[in-house]
């Protein structure tokens, strides 16, 4: 499924599109947090892809938001601002469209379209009609004559409240007549500033597009820096470490919940106080091991990380990767580093066409939030087919953690050794950073098993607990041809415990007849003394059973969301695989019977 198709009932559909926000400019300025942990620098380039650069000399973009346009230019919000001047607003902000941005090789022009804005950090294009957010404004910048120029900036929804230091407004998305939004609370010194200015600071908000009224969806967010659309059109947002939130993080977002950070005083209407009320993040960043300052999440509707999030981070570098589960009605799941070797700290991420990802860059050498004292980008990655043996997800089980690989493992995939397991907590104090990486335990990896295809590693970890992080570090695995892992990290949330058996998927995805992406749940369960795969989707589909050597033991056509029984009947003990096609495309999973 698209993440983002328009629904306006006076806009198109026909487009993907852009998933946009700002960076996060709230960093202690006595701390260097530009240096990662040792060990955990962001990664070179991931062969998979083919970097291209798409700034032509003399333009230096600070990437505050893209989206295309439906000709194929590529539209550009420039944020513009200086860190020196965080105390005034600032109106230096631009808005850039580019020509060439796909050729092979890139041929970029770039036309000036507005300027004077007021602290731009999202941008999105509805109908070919530009909007920008940021500062204290949402507004329509339109052309009416045509000339590639901005006639007006016309306001469509106007924060009146007094400015505080940093208290910048996050987004931009669009959905059924409405755009959404995050606020991020003011800040001195790293700490949000005692008592908050304004109200309904760090909240999520939808902005009604024809009237600009305001409804204040959710709370307790510090610095959500990244909003997109995932699965089923829900929304998700990244915020960024600081006191009351010890690491980064990226949630689920959805409405009345409270997401941890506490204003002075309460917000009263989703701080409700006690840490049992703060809503789980999906997965943690952990901070100076695998981010700092996240920015937008990009949800893949296509390729091998289908049904996956690429966050890009500006402060730790790099495009970081969220796998994700749905557990007891909640996403949780695992982070991945997933490419470096770009040219500045990534803030937003757009999907292009065949594939391609258009990564915006940005930074301030005045302050401490940048990549390696970068402070422009924009470049393009486009897939390359080049195989790359890499953890793509890590599943929740019952007794221990399930690792799918891109490769078949080789043999030393099965030894205990090659895998360090440790958990911790994350509390959220009143402190800078404070409860980061609490209570720490090392656990032991009691039994490891290989599955039969050699893709999946199930790993038996004595003493997991709910509520905590766990890291797998995984050594010396190498894949069945001998190539070395890209990385061996994973950072999995556990806010719950999974299910099922260990090489049985939790969820999958497929491509449907018409060629829509669908988000199919797809598990094998058992129900009622019967086995079957419950799935939530309402087009046909069509069921192959194998047994191990690949001899077909069954098939099953239906359609429709819910619990279909396989036909089991007669089959003897042991592993085998359920194909599951719609349309062109066949997803496996295995199915173990005793």
């Not at 990226?250 to 989703?270: E, T």
Request: proline fraction near 6%; charged fraction near 20%; glycine fraction near 14%.
């Amino acid at each position: 499924m698209l993440p983002a198709a328009l629904s306006f009932p006076f806009l198109k559909r026909d487009r993907i599109a852009a998933l946009s926000g700002l960076f996060a400019l709230f960093l202690y300025p006595a701390l260097d947090f530009n240096a990662p942990e040792a060990g955990a620098t962001p990664l070179k380039l991931h062969p998979g892809y083919t970097l291209a650069n798409l700034r032509p000399a003399g333009f230096d973009p600070q990437t505050a938001g893209i989206d295309w346009l439906s000709d194929g230019r590529l539209v550009l919000a420039h944020w513009g601002g200086l860190h020196k001047k965080v105390t005034e607003r600032q109106y230096g902000g631009k808005v850039y469209i580019l020509t060439g941005v796909m050729e092979t090789p890139p041929n970029v022009t770039v036309k000036e379209f507005a300027t004077g804005l007021n602290d731009p950090g999202g941008l999105k294009v509805v109908d070919d009609e530009i909007y920008v957010l940021g500062g204290k404004l949402l507004v329509h910048l339109p052309d009416k004559n045509k000339d590639g120029k901005a006639d007006e900036v016309r306001n469509v929804s106007v924060w009146n409240e007094p400015h505080a230091r940093h208290e910048f407004i996050f987004g931009l998305e669009a959905k059924d007549g409405f755009f959404y939004g995050a606020t991020g609370v003011g800040i001195s010194g790293g700490r949000s500033t005692k008592p908050q200015v304004n109200t309904n600071r760090g909240t999520w908000v939808k902005i009604n597009a024809q009237t600009g009224a305001r409804e204040y969806l959710a709370g307790g967010l510090r610095t959500p820096n990244g909003i997109a659309f995932g699965p089923d059109d829900e929304m998700f947002v990244t915020d960024n470490q600081g006191d009351w939130l010890p690491s980064s993080k990226l949630m689920h977002m959805q409405p009345g919940k409270f997401f941890g950070h506490r204003n002075n005083p309460p917000d009263p209407k989703f701080d409700p106080g006690g840490k049992a009320n703060t809503a789980p993040p999906v997965v943690w960043f952990q901070h100076g091991a695998i981010g700092h300052s996240p920015g937008q999440p990009l949800y893949m509707t296509e390729g091998p990380y289908q049904g996956q999030f690429l966050v890009g981070d500006i402060t730790y570098g790099g495009i970081q990767r969220v796998f994700m589960e749905k557990i007891n009605g909640q996403y949780q799941g695992v982070l991945f580093r997933h490419t470096g070797g770009l040219e500045s700290g990534v803030n937003r991420l757009l999907h292009g066409p065949n594939g391609a990802i258009i990564v915006g860059g940005i930074g301030d050498n005045d302050g401490n939030w940048n990549w390696t004292k970068k402070e422009f980008g924009l470049q393009r990655l486009i897939p390359n087919g080049t195989p790359v043996f890499e953890m793509l997800a890590v599943f929740s089980k019952p007794q221990g953690m399930t690792i799918e690989f891109s490769q078949p493992v080789g043999t030393s995939a099965g030894t205990a050794a090659n895998y360090g397991v440790k958990s911790w907590e994350n509390i959220p104090m009143d402190g800078y950073g404070a409860g980061n990486k609490m209570n720490i335990k090392t656990l032991n990896v009691a039994n490891v098993q290989v599955s039969p295809d050699k893709k999946r590693v199930y790993l038996k970890i004595d003493g997991l607990e709910t509520g905590r992080e766990v890291h797998i570090e995984v050594k010396g695995v190498k894949s069945d041809g001998g190539a070395d892992l890209w990385d061996g990290d994973a950072y999995y949330n556990l806010t719950n415990l999974g299910s099922g058996d260990p090489f049985v998927n939790a969820t999958t995805s497929v491509q449907m007849a018409n060629g829509a992406t669908h988000p199919l749940q797809f598990r094998v369960a058992r129900e009622a003394g019967q086995v079957g795969l419950r799935v939530d989707t309402h087009e046909a589909f069509a069921v192959t059973l194998r047994d191990i050597q690949g001899a077909v033991r069954g098939t099953y056509q239906s359609s429709g969301k819910g619990f279909h029984a396989l036909p089991t009947q007669g089959l003897k003990p042991g592993i085998y695989v359920v194909e599951l096609r719609a349309g062109q495309k066949v997803q496996r999973s295995n199915l173990t019977l005793f």
